[in-house]
């Protein structure tokens, strides 16, 4: 068997070793010298990426997975990367992200989060920065100096202040959904969708339900206490129990082959136990 994990954060983190590129040490030192996301005296479990959920998942069907999960950027960049690295699979699981991250021939994690704070040069800017040109971000931009990043962010922090069209990137970003969609179903796919945040429509606007396999009633984020990713104990921005929980719940959709398309209720793993106003208005976590 063959699985794909398509998407952003909430699948970037897939088993030891992932994502490529990643760079736990230059982490570590980066979390303490600006003092963001864990402690000095913090410790790391020796097994804390031996819960991520899509390893999980592949380990219980003894599968193999390809690896297409992004952290911060749009999905497109996702999903060319899947176009150039797919295998024939037999199950694709799609993390869809919301549609206002800008999409560059650098690949970056371009999102409103990630901008303002290397602009403002928080402790949390500088670290996402360093960590940008040392990270897995650097197999993607080829090699860009620190100076050359920031100039990047300000250019697309003025892009998007003075120029872009957000209404426009909801519906580009819909269109995208359903071009892949329609792929999947020509090529006779099996898929899994989640939105990884709240989806993002105008009134005016069906929600994209696939027809290519059922998508989740509840966006990721919602299930998860939106953990800095920034820890590296916590992966996907989630728990071990919740890493476990997700990955129960996609073993049984797949077990079962419960893959008609819809809409799937998933409050059998996850209880609904938030409301949309328990959640910071507008966030969006890279």
């Given at each position: 068997m063959k699985i794909a994990f398509v998407g952003d954060s909430f699948c970037a983190h897939a088993g030891p070793g992932t994502p490529a590129g990643e760079d736990l040490e230059l982490g570590l030192e980066l979390n303490k010298k600006y003092g963001v996301g864990i402690r000095q005296d913090d410790v790391i479990p020796d097994d804390f990426d031996q819960y991520d959920w899509?390893?999980?998942?592949?380990?219980?069907f003894n599968a193999e997975p390809t690896h297409c999960g992004i952290q911060g950027v749009n999905f497109?960049?996702?999903f060319e990367m899947f176009q150039r690295k797919t295998r024939d699979e037999d199950y694709i699981i799609f993390c869809v992200t919301e549609p206002f991250r800008m999409i560059n021939k650098y690949k970056?994690?371009?999102n409103t989060f990630w901008i303002d704070e290397i602009v403002a040069q928080t402790d949390r800017g500088k670290l996402m920065l360093e960590y940008s040109v040392?990270?897995?971000?650097?197999?993607r931009h080829g090699g860009l100096t620190k100076s050359q990043i920031v100039d990047i962010v300000i250019h697309a922090r003025n892009y998007g202040r003075t120029m872009?069209?957000?209404d426009a990137a909801i519906v580009m970003h819909h269109a995208l959904l359903m071009y892949v969609d329609n792929m999947m179903v020509e090529k006779g796919k099996k898929c899994l969708w989640f939105n990884s945040f709240k989806e993002f429509k105008h009134d005016w606007m069906k929600p994209f339900v696939p027809r290519s396999g059922p998508i989740g009633n509840q966006d990721l984020f919602s299930i998860t206490k939106g953990r800095d990713h920034n820890d590296?104990?916590?992966r996907n921005h989630m728990s071990k129990d919740e890493q476990i929980t997700m990955s129960?719940?996609?073993?049984d959709i797949l077990e079962h082959d419960d893959l008609e398309d819809g809409i799937?209720?998933?409050?059998?793993?996850f209880p609904v136990v938030r409301k949309d106003s328990d959640i910071i208005d507008g966030f969006i976590y890279p």
């Open positions: 899509p390893y999980l998942v592949t380990k219980h497109y960049h996702s970056l994690p371009i040392g990270g897995p971000d650097s197999l872009m069209d957000e590296p104990s916590a129960k719940m996609v073993i799937f209720v998933m409050d059998k793993w």
